[in-house]
């Protein structure tokens, strides 16, 4: 649902009180994750490694936005989606977005070792 909270304005991202661009990339990533993390085995995930989307109409406050993810390719371990945002009336964005199959143990063990370089 389009609430003040996710809007453009609230977000900075612009000023206008309708669904954010922002919003519209988050939900098309978790789109993507529930189309495939859970046919992972034990211990491995997927983590956004390219965004390329159109934000193509406005959604205003009040109304439900709605995302799907298609799985076009796997190269390895690149897994390349499809993705498109519907609101209530018509597609809102479309795009691709690439996820990559990591070992989530080693992925957090990686991201943690940047933290004592500080």
């Known amino acids: 649902m ?4 996710n809007t453009a304005q ?8 309708v669904f954010a661009t922002p919003e519209m990339v988050r939900l098309m990533e978790r789109a993507a994750v ?6 992972l085995p034990e211990g491995y995930r997927t983590v956004g490694i390219h965004v390329d989307v159109r934000h193509l109409a406005a959604t205003p406050l009040g109304m439900t936005v709605r995302a799907r993810a298609e799985l076009l390719d796997v190269e390895g371990r690149k897994l390349t989606f ?4 519907f609101d209530d009336v018509e597609k809102v964005g479309e795009g691709v977005h690439r996820r990559m199959i990591v070992r989530l143990a080693k992925f957090k063990e990686r991201a943690q070792s940047k933290s004592s370089t500080m």
Do not use: K, N, P
């Open 10 to 17: 609230h977000l900075g991202s612009g000023a206008v009180s």
């Open 82 to 85: 499809r993705v498109e945002a």
């Open 2 to 5: 389009v609430e003040a909270g």
């Open 34 to 39: 529930a189309a495939v993390d859970h046919l």
